[in-house]
């Protein structure tokens, strides 16, 4: 069948084209306040994209069978001939030839059910009003061949989990939802209950806590906070779409020095235990390391395909797609800081100053660089020593006045953060982290 596919792609002499097949079996279980509910589901299909004169064509089917596959290329053909307002060209790239063996376990219902009620049971209190509990897993087989001759076949498995509660206590109300991330299966997840019984504490130390003082402070970032400024602040502004179409603040910065010299900031697709490794990217490259922040200097963006021959770079392995029936496009993976070599100690070493700790919500704006970010957690600092827990924790600034403000980097370093990434209507699994790091004067909402 995938030589039928290949011999009517060929056929339409056009400059590119891709087929990206996809079979997905998903399990999820989801508890909250007593009530649970499973889903399983399979689905397959294949999106085919083709570059035809300088113009995109793209077109999915939901059946993956030689007449579906037929009609969905004869969509994608007459889409191309619509042309659009700038020539498109692509980076042509070496061939490539992968495969893995299909991962294909079941996943025991029975099992992770009883463990699910238990989990919940281990967050009960009388001050707590809401509790549940998601246990996911995602077990997809891709296939990617175009117009190289490229044919990649590779799993793409992950499990994810995360407990949730909300507090009461007068008219304080406090939430707390913490996550975990494998690749794999669900017994790659650890440390269940101790989730479940810190999702229990966790709310109800917050409804202890006395609001944070508000203005510009001195502040420490934990790993997962540097992580999410790393992944929505420099990340988003150095995805070279966004770059292209001048809604980037980086635009204009590229080789130049923007921050603290000891501050490197790299998007990986390997990282140990990293929820956004992959090995290729939905455009069949081989995904690398992409330097994105190299002391202090903006050293480069991520690119896909497209970008890539826009830029005259090469193509980083950023190119992914939630689905084979969305479009490929440029999108993280692992977006850490690496560590620097200053001590926890000497992190902590200030007379006045709040500690934030995971990350809550937020907002960036890529065009002027601005955001705003909720912490977890907040704890004040001082002479050198955690003190009080404080709740409501917000910062705010933009890019350049932070990488500018960062006084001391961690030695330490944690790239385990687990997220999944929203753009262009599509949510792909990601990762982030990196060490403590100390910012002075930024604003406490």
Request: overall charge positive.
């Amino acid at each position: 069948m995938y030589d039928h596919f290949k011999r009517e792609a060929n056929r339409l002499k056009c400059d590119y084209w891709e087929i990206r097949i996809e079979k997905t079996n998903s399990t999820s279980f989801d508890l909250e306040n007593g009530e649970f509910e499973i889903h399983k589901n399979y689905y397959e299909g294949l999106g085919i994209r083709v570059l035809n004169k300088g113009s995109w064509g793209f077109a999915s089917v939901n059946q993956i069978d030689k007449s579906s596959f037929d009609e969905a290329l004869k969509h994608a053909l007459r889409l191309s001939k619509i042309k659009s307002r700038d020539k498109k060209e692509v980076y042509k790239y070496k061939k490539q030839k992968y495969k893995e063996k299909q991962n294909n376990k079941n996943i025991d219902i029975n099992k992770w059910t009883k463990k699910l009620y238990n989990l919940e049971k281990l967050m009960k209190h009388k001050n707590i009003v809401s509790t549940g509990f998601v246990l996911l897993n995602k077990d997809t087989y891709f296939t990617f061949m175009n117009s190289e001759n490229s044919l990649i076949e590779q799993n793409d498995t992950f499990s994810y989990c995360g407990p949730k509660t909300i507090g009461k206590k007068g008219k304080i109300i406090q939430s707390w939802v913490d996550r975990q991330g494998k690749l794999g299966y669900l017994e790659n997840l650890k440390n269940l209950d101790s989730m479940a019984i810190n999702a229990k504490k966790k709310v109800l130390d917050l409804l202890k806590a006395k609001p944070c003082p508000k203005g510009k402070q001195t502040v420490v970032l934990d790993p997962h906070m540097v992580g999410v400024f790393c992944h929505e602040a420099v990340g988003h502004a150095s995805e070279a779409d966004i770059v292209s179409k001048g809604d980037s603040i980086l635009e204009k910065y590229i080789g130049k020095q923007i921050g603290n010299p000891n501050i490197t900031i790299i998007d990986s697709p390997y990282e140990k235990n990293g929820f956004g490794n992959i090995k290729y990217d939905d455009e069949g490259v081989k995904a690398e390391k992409v330097i994105l922040i190299n002391k202090g200097k903006v050293k480069s963006f991520m690119h896909s395909r497209e970008t890539a021959k826009k830029f005259n770079q090469k193509p980083t392995g950023n190119a992914r797609a939630s689905n084979y029936f969305s479009s490929p496009i440029v999108r993280m993976r692992n977006t850490v800081m690496l560590p620097g070599n200053q001590s926890k100690k000497d992190i902590f070493d200030i007379k006045n100053g709040i500690y934030l700790k995971g990350m809550k919500g937020g907002q960036v704006k890529t065009l002027d660089g601005t955001f705003m970010f909720a912490a977890k957690e907040g704890f004040i600092i001082k002479n050198g020593e955690i003190k009080e827990q404080v709740r409501d924790v917000s910062i705010s600034s933009d890019i350049l006045t932070t990488l500018q403000n960062v006084e001391a980097i961690g030695k330490d370093y944690n790239p385990t953060g687990v997220g999944f990434c929203g753009k262009g209507g599509q949510s792909i699994r990601a990762g982030d982290g990196g060490p403590h790091i100390r910012i002075k004067n930024i604003l406490l909402g």
